[in-house]
């Protein structure tokens, strides 16, 4: 199975914004000051829209409203607004700049462009800069008076903490923001959320494809300060008189004419076709965020199911924006590792480990920012294992479904190879009766789980799981029938089929699987006697590795389809080496009018035997 969708595609541009840079283009202004009007602090922003060829001047006001910023500085690319924006708070050749060990290239990348010395620190296991090591290096680097925080893939720091630790050192803060555009920190000082972004003296955003705003490339300096904004207005490509053509600005005529002679013009405006294609975005972000958080909380209740996925929680005071996700690989060997890479892969589904050498957002690949390579070996321990894959707009919730089911076969299949027996100390003959089952599984449930996850039964169960989401929805009412110690109840769950009941014969499983806190319920049962449970109380009804060996008797299908609804789905695991023993009796009920065949289909997982599943549908009661 296969997923085919690029992940690489990029949100659209609204049909609004494409009209727009048509229309420029018809025009040929371009040039963000290609227009006539100037302006104070008593222009009317409405009266913009009718000055055409000012849409980077509307668009940083639109910018501002959203950011809640005074100032913003539109420019091409967040690589430059970081550039700028170390230059405007003072960074001269060789002065120390603190920044994070784990971010992209174009982080350092600026504060080599503006003549300055990256001194980098450690992330923890959560992708956020350690704030002790901050406290390290600041107490090492004492005349290191600057610190670009990256808010790398939107996975957000201790602000309130960097804050004050910043302004007890003096240090000027800057949020590197190209990746939490919308993400919000609980302030609990201000006992409200404040918008990452807030807590350095300038904060820079990014609108390259892959981030909330897309125009291929383009970035925005937000600040609050007049000296910063008047510095970047001016260092961005502003000449002259042309200040006036900036709505978003401090408006202190003087201060632009005092600064001008000192400040060099880099030319990195943005152009309004730039600006066209971002303007009409803005309107769509908290829809556009909603989107993305829906399909990573998907994706991501789906991994969790996996004991060698770990995925960073955030700190309760987040409010995140997912337009990705990572997560770690915990206890897998690097061939594993780079296993679970080229096989994913094969499938349609690219991740890729940070810790990397063809990666450009491991420490080591910047060659060009250090003499010595930086001793970060918390960081390189981390993303070394830490994944990433990027979510799009264009994948609908079967697609995310297809990926989490992809990313855990692949890693349950790993984990199978390195086992040489299916049982090593379980099921290995018949049994010859109720006392004798009770007393195995009891018996077993210390080491059940570990056995089950080793020796690949996890792949099947991933498998219908995965399967079962083409045939019922999340608030169906399935029990899980001979639970055990949860097994399927975790996988199905983390498919969203979580209105799930359970029972089984052994009170030691049941007990193991009330720990994990996917049942509504929980019972002792004993197949082929009565259940005491009402007629037709089911959606749907599910069971593996129950109905082999002669462990259930036949009559025990009487009470379980007794208790299905009408049109619910029989779903059972069958062995088949077993000959059909348990099939020919499903097949008594279709030949009876009270089951029809939905599906039946082989899969081989254990070395031992191979399996089938066979789905039946409820079609009428058993007169």
């Not at 100032?71 to 230059?87: D, E, H, M, R």
């Amino acid at each position: 199975m296969k997923f085919t969708k690029d992940s690489k595609l990029p949100d659209p541009i609204p049909q609004h914004g494409i009209e727009q840079a048509i229309k420029i283009m018809e025009t040929g202004r371009l040039y963000r000051y290609n227009f006539g009007a100037e302006f104070n602090e008593n222009t009317d922003h409405s009266s913009l829209e009718e000055e055409f060829a000012s849409e980077v001047a509307q668009l940083e006001v639109e910018f501002s409203r959203y950011t809640g910023h005074k100032y913003i500085t539109a420019v091409n690319s967040c690589g430059s607004a970081l550039f700028l924006s170390l230059k405007a708070v003072g960074v001269q050749a060789g002065a120390k700049v603190l920044t994070n060990g784990f971010t992209f290239t174009a982080v350092p990348s600026s504060i080599v462009h503006a003549g300055a010395v990256p001194v980098y620190l450690e992330c923890n296991e959560l992708y956020q800069v350690d704030v002790d090591d901050l406290k390290r290096k600041i107490q090492a680097h004492q005349d290191a008076k600057f610190f670009v925080l990256s808010h790398m893939r939107g996975h957000i720091s201790d602000l309130q903490t960097i804050e004050e630790i910043c302004h007890q050192a003096g240090i000027y803060l800057i949020e590197d923001c190209a990746h939490s555009l919308g993400s919000k920190w609980y302030d609990k000082n201000q006992n409200k959320d404040r918008l990452v972004g807030q807590y350095g003296q300038v904060a820079c955003f990014s609108s390259q494809s892959y981030k909330l705003l897309n125009s291929g490339e383009g970035g925005f300096v937000a600040t609050n300060d007049d000296k910063i904004a008047a510095y970047c207005i001016l260092a961005a490509g502003c000449y002259e008189k042309l200040y006036k053509k900036h709505l978003s600005r401090p408006f202190d005529d003087d201060l632009f004419e005092q600064m001008k002679p000192l400040v060099p013009n880099f030319s990195l405006r943005m152009n309004n076709l730039t600006a066209a294609v971002i303007r009409p975005q803005i309107k769509t972000l908290e829809t556009k965020i909603s989107e993305y958080n829906k399909r990573y909380e998907q994706l991501a209740n789906i991994l969790a199911s996996a004991e060698n996925i770990q995925l960073p929680s955030p700190p309760e005071e987040v409010y995140r924006v997912c337009d990705s996700i990572q997560f770690n690989l915990l206890n897998l060997t690097n061939k594993q590792v780079e296993n679970f890479i080229t096989r994913t892969a094969e499938r349609g589904v690219k991740i890729q480990i940070f810790g990397r050498l063809d990666n450009s957002r491991y420490f080591k690949n910047w060659k060009y920012s250090f003499d010595e390579v930086p001793d970060l070996p918390q960081t390189e321990k981390i993303i070394s294992i830490a994944c990433d894959l990027r979510i799009s707009l264009s994948f609908d919730a079967n697609d995310i479904n297809l990926i989490g089911y992809i990313i855990k076969d692949v890693l349950y299949g790993l984990i199978k190879e390195e086992t040489q027996a299916d049982y090593k100390q379980a099921l290995t003959d018949n049994f010859k009766g109720v006392d004798s089952v009770i007393s195995k599984y009891d018996e077993w449930v210390s080491y059940y789980d570990e056995e089950h996850k080793k020796n690949g039964w996890k792949i099947l169960l991933n498998y219908l799981g995965y399967v079962l989401t083409s045939y019922l929805k999340s608030n169906d009412k399935i029990l899980d029938v001979g639970c055990g110690t949860g097994l399927l109840g975790q996988e199905l769950n983390s498919y969203n089929l979580c209105n799930l009941y359970g029972g089984d014969i052994s009170k030691s499983s049941l007990e193991v699987a009330q720990s994990l806190n996917v049942y509504k319920s929980l019972d002792t049962v004993t197949l082929g006697s009565e259940l005491g449970i009402e007629d037709n109380s089911f959606d749907a009804w599910v069971s593996t590795g129950v109905f082999t060996r002669n462990q259930v008797p036949l009559n025990a299908f009487d009470e379980l389809i007794r208790i299905l609804k009408i049109q619910g789905l029989l779903i059972v695991v069958l062995r088949v080496e077993d000959n059909d023993f348990y099939y020919n009796k499903i097949k008594e009920y279709y030949s009876q009018n009270i089951l029809e065949e939905v599906l039946k289909e082989k899969i081989s997982i254990l070395r031992s035997c191979n399996h089938e599943i066979v789905i039946a549908r409820k079609i009428g009661d058993k007169k």
